[in-house]
């Protein structure tokens, strides 16, 4: 038992586990080579049915559209949070979300609307 007031991690349904990532060029490369994406405002989400049980997600962001690392790593947050919280509502994907627009004066209120909005249209 852990003592009153500390901070235990976060386990079960909502944890974003290497079972729910993308990791291997092979599995990206996939993704892209089926050629299926929905676009919004700043992000492209691009898809390919999975025959895992759940759905999985990869993230990229080019340095070229946002240059600090501090946005680049703030926008793979937002995303991975996003996915972390809407998981079990998706269909059995593999995504890939990537940036599309450049990020330099955009808004996280922004951000999590495109992201949204591109989660909702995703094919079932």
């Not at 890939?96 to 330099?104: H, T």
Request: proline share 6%.
């Amino acid at each position: 038992m852990a003592p009153a007031g500390s901070v235990q991690p976060q386990t079960g349904a909502r944890s974003f586990r290497p079972a729910y990532r993308l990791c291997k060029t092979d599995e990206y490369s996939s993704v892209f080579a089926f050629r299926k994406a929905v676009r919004g405002r700043y992000f492209v989400l691009h898809y390919r049915p999975s025959e895992s049980p759940t759905a999985r997600l990869g993230v990229v962001v080019a340095k070229k559209l946002a240059r600090r690392a501090v946005l680049r790593n703030l926008i793979k947050r937002m995303a991975r949070e996003w996915f972390r919280h809407t998981r079990e509502t998706l269909p059995h994907h593999d995504l890939i979300l990537r940036l599309n627009a450049p990020a330099k004066d955009v808004t996280r209120a922004d951000l999590r609307q495109d992201l949204a909005a591109l989660f909702k249209r995703l094919p079932k």
